[in-house]
């Protein structure tokens, strides 16, 4: 069976699963492979459940024509999205970036959704699997598609672009996240820069912030659309700090967010500058902005009493430390604390970058720190405002015998620390 024919049947149907545990009728089933699982293994199992087709790749398990045999599972996957975006033929957008991803792709979303029957990447299945899985939530229905991008090693943006092809493409930033895949921030750079590379070499169309010293090396690129706090930039804004929340201003409107820190008015930023340059009107940008609400532990800020805590527990690394704690440190409350947890994947650099986070806190305007994980741990430093813990268990033992009422509290950390879970000890 070729690409053409197993589209047919994909149109067909109600669409793809990958994980027989949320099957629905009438979906073709892909049987993926992991390190610790084989779904061919669970091919008869989705088909069972509803399925109408199996996609397999090891012959042995086919039992009837409902069982469709290819080379590679993941690759068909993968040809099919790039077949299937061709045949919509919608514009669509990708987002990449050591921080912000998701945040700006859901900025962007309420955004372009005030006038578009948009489809964007739902939460961050943004990598192999989750770019056509993405794709191919898309129907003839939808006018825009929105495509996050993630990568932890070279050539992987590059394959994201020759599967999704986007046209236009937006970088939120290049910092210090994955060292241990990408081996230095210039090796980070020139990963994330494949996006730009793809869009240039197709003639397709760039958004960049004009702030940031990397992006501004594309402005001689004419396909181009900026924004930033410079005359230089085609939307100019104005950053407001000092303030809880995120908020900017563009051509006298201010644009108020519930999203904490002042480092997500950049996100904020470039949702308007897409928006204008889509021709939404900028009151209903004003209004998609306001009320979009973070979830899954993003920039959150959770009233619990007394207490208010900055939920920022999603992910971590360098850059999007160093950037909430300069934005924590400028809050106008009295008694400040942060919770940090352990970042990840940063390889040889990681003792490094954990100290050097260590060292940046004790200078800076906060009544007390609490510093988890087996690399905090290790970091060595004289305040006395600093206290180190080996894992949660600790933690929740000292914070279990504090009083945090009219506190302002930043919780961040990596994805593996789990600190959400916090939530349950300050309740």
Do not use: W
């Not at 397999?56 to 080379?71: A, G, P, R, T």
């Not at 046209?167 to 980070?188: M, Q, W």
């Not at 690129?221 to 930039?233: D, E, I, L, R, V």
């Not at 924590?328 to 942060?338: C, D, E, R």
Request: proline share 3%; hydrophobic share 40%.
């Amino acid at each position: 069976m070729n690409i053409k024919e197993l589209h047919q049947l994909f149109l067909e149907s109600s669409g793809v699963a990958t994980d027989t545990r949320h099957i629905k009728p009438n979906q073709i089933f892909f049987a993926l492979k992991g390190d610790n699982f084989n779904g061919n293994e669970f091919a008869f199992q989705a088909l069972k459940d509803g399925s109408v087709y199996a996609i397999i790749d090891e012959k042995k398990y086919s039992q009837n024509q409902q069982y469709l045999v290819v080379n590679n599972v993941l690759e068909t996957l993968q040809e099919l999205a790039r077949f299937h975006r061709t045949y919509l033929g919608i514009p669509i957008l990708a987002i990449t970036g050591s921080n912000g991803k998701t945040t700006s792709k859901e900025l962007i979303h309420a955004v372009l959704s005030k006038k578009f029957n948009t489809v964007a990447t739902l939460g961050n299945l943004n990598n192999h699997i989750g770019v056509p899985l993405t794709l191919l939530s898309m129907d003839k229905t939808t006018e825009f598609g929105i495509v996050e991008m993630g990568a932890n090693h070279p050539k992987e943006i590059e394959n994201l672009c020759k599967i999704a092809q986007p046209d236009y493409g937006y970088i939120t930033n290049f910092g210090k996240a994955h060292l241990e895949g990408f081996g230095s921030p210039e090796g980070v750079i020139k990963a994330k820069s494949e996006m730009y590379t793809y869009l240039k070499k197709n003639n397709k169309f760039l958004f960049l912030n004009a702030d940031d010293p990397i992006q501004q090396k594309q402005f001689s690129y004419k396909n181009s659309f900026s924004f930033g706090n410079s005359p230089k930039a085609d939307v100019e804004v104005e950053y407001i700090e000092n303030n809880k929340n995120a908020e900017m201003v563009h051509n006298g409107i201010v644009y108020n967010s519930v999203l904490a820190g002042n480092y997500n008015s950049i996100n904020m930023a470039a949702s308007i500058c897409i928006g204008l340059y889509f021709e939404v009107p900028e009151e209903s940008i004003k209004t998609a902005i306001a009320n979009y609400t973070p979830q899954n532990n993003r920039s959150q800020i959770i009233e619990l009493g007394q207490t208010t805590l900055l939920m920022d527990a999603y992910n971590a690394n360098p850059t999007s430390m160093r950037a909430a704690l300069e934005s924590f440190n400028k809050f106008p409350a009295a008694n400040k604390v942060v919770i940090l947890g352990d970042m990840f994947e940063l390889g040889e650099a990681s003792e490094q970058e954990h100290q050097d986070v260590v060292s940046y806190l004790e200078n800076l305007d906060l009544s007390q720190v609490l510093l988890v994980g087996s690399n905090f741990k290790k970091a060595k430093t004289l305040s006395s405002k600093i206290q180190q813990f080996a894992n949660f268990s600790e933690l929740e033992e000292t914070l279990n015998r504090s009083d945090f009422r009219n506190t302002h509290i930043l919780i961040k950390g990596s994805r593996g620390m789990a600190l959400e879970r916090l939530l349950d000890v300050f309740k």
